[in-house]
């Protein structure tokens, strides 16, 4: 099976218009497309880069408070810089943009611009017809960045090839570089905020240091999906952070079926640490193999979770080397840490229990979990 068309969508600076986007995205994922969402007010820069890591085919932009035959035009120009033409840019913003406007945005690259009064049908069916060959082959890319995107691709799409592809166990590589922290917990407990306020801190202690992060979503196989974690980041829209959102395309578990390839490259790349996000999990998850390519496991924990029975049958609680109760700010987490702490000491490991506020900036919680996750050495699990 072909791999789904992936696009990257977003909505540029100065501009809070993102209903008409949302309501886009939904058609395009109902109607088999991957969409990476990177959310609103965001640079030309943020645009590029982003797309450019997620070896995305086209960028759909959706504007509506002016500025766009500039805004449209820099993304377009800036995609070329980086030789990264082969990603086309397409968008809209209601009668905002007038048909003038839209001769001198496609004279200057863009490829379509759509206006008020077009159905939700109409751009599907563009986005098929326009994205949906495959990509010829291409150029030596021009950055390491790229090259890494493009091998990334290669590899989702010979998964997606394969019928039922084998998923690799999470074994460790002989070369691995990078320390791999692997962040997983049930949907919304705010891991990718979470993760966002620890790459600040990994961005500000060593100047030079570079992050790379594989975050994944919910998919069925063939069809589409919304891959949404960017949209969360602040701190991570940064050149020394390379991210990348994977669909899990019809895997049960939290992690796609290309996974462990992925992850592979990424922790022999050149980067200090690498950062993996499992899709929001349930109780039965377990996304990481003790002694596996991951060196430690972070559970990200909702102080809501039911009670004392439901920890009880959390397997992740058995496995994961720090366990954080996020969201501290909430009534209930002061229960939650003491029914925690007391669920962990059943298994007499050294496993370590942190409260976070990570929507809070300079949170100590976070600041203690910085310090947990950044030993490079003396934190590595003994293998
Ligand atoms: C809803 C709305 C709001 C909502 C936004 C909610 C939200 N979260 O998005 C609220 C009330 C918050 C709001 C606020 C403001 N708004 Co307002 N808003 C609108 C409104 C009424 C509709 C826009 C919309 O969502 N349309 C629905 C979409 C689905 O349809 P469409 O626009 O026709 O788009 C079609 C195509 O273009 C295409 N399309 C659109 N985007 C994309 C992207 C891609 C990739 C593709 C393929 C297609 C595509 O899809 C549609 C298909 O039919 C417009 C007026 C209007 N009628 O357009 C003003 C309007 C855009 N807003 C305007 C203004 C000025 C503001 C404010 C500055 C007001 C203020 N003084 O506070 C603020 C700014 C907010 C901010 N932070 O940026 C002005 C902009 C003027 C300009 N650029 O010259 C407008 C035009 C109103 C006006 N006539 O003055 N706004
Ligand atoms: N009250 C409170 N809300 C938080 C905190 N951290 C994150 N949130 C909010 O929780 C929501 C979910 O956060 P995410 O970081 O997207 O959660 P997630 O676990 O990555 O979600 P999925 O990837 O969908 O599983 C967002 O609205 C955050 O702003 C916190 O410490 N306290
Ligand atoms: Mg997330």
New binding site residues.
């Given amino acids: 099976m072909a791999s789904p068309i992936r696009i990257l969508?977003a909505v540029p600076i100065?501009?809070?218009?993102?209903?008409?986007?949302?309501?886009?995205n939904l058609e395009f994922i109902r109607h088999g497309i991957e969409v990476i969402y990177l959310g609103?007010?965001r640079s030309v820069g943020d645009i590029v880069r982003a797309a450019i890591h997620e070896d995305v085919c086209a960028v759909?932009?959706?504007?509506?408070?002016?500025g766009h035959v500039e805004f449209f035009a820099e993304v377009v120009d800036l995609l070329r810089k980086n030789g990264a033409d082969d990603i086309k840019v397409?968008?809209?913003?209601?009668?905002?943009?007038t048909h003038a406007d839209a001769t001198i945005m496609q004279r200057r690259g863009v490829d379509?611009?759509?206006?008020?009064?077009?159905?939700?049908e109409d751009?599907v069916k563009?986005?098929h017809q326009r994205y949906g060959k495959p990509r010829a082959s291409r150029p030596h890319p021009k950055s390491a960045d790229r090259e890494l995107a493009h091998k990334l691709t290669e590899i989702e799409d010979a998964k997606a090839k394969t019928q039922n592809p084998k998923t690799a166990s999470l074994a460790r590589s002989k070369i691995q570089n990078a320390k791999v922290i692997g962040f997983t917990g049930p949907g919304g407990a705010g891991k990718t905020t979470l993760i966002d306020e620890l790459v600040l801190r990994f961005l500000n202690k060593d100047r030079l240091s570079r992050v790379a992060i594989l975050s994944h979503d919910p998919s069925v196989i063939g069809e589409g999906a919304l891959l949404g974690d960017r949209a969360t980041m602040i701190n991570s829209q940064n050149d020394r952070v390379f991210m990348r959102s994977m669909a899990t395309r019809g895997q049960a578990g939290g992690l796609s079926p290309a996974t462990h390839d992925c992850l592979a490259l990424l922790a022999r790349s050149r980067f200090d640490y690498v950062i993996i996000e499992t899709v929001g999990t349930g109780q039965e998850a377990m996304p990481f193999q003790k002694n596996g390519i991951v060196d430690q496991m972070v559970l990200v924990m909702n102080p809501d979770y039911g009670s004392r029975l439901q920890l009880q049958k959390i397997v992740m609680l058995d496995l994961a080397d720090i366990v954080v109760v996020n969201k501290s700010d909430l009534q209930r987490a002061k229960t939650a840490h003491t029914e925690i702490e007391q669920r962990l000491e059943q298994n007499r490991r050294d496993q370590r229990l942190i409260d976070t506020v990570a929507k809070r900036h300079r949170d100590p919680g976070v600041d203690r979990l910085f310090d947990l996750v950044s030993g490079k050495t003396q934190q590595r699990r003994k293998r």
């Fill in positions: 969508t100065c501009d809070g218009h993102d209903s008409a986007i949302n309501t886009i609103y007010h759909g932009i959706s504007s509506y408070n002016g397409f968008g809209g913003g209601g009668g905002t943009i379509e611009i759509f206006f008020a009064g077009t159905s939700l751009m563009f986005v």
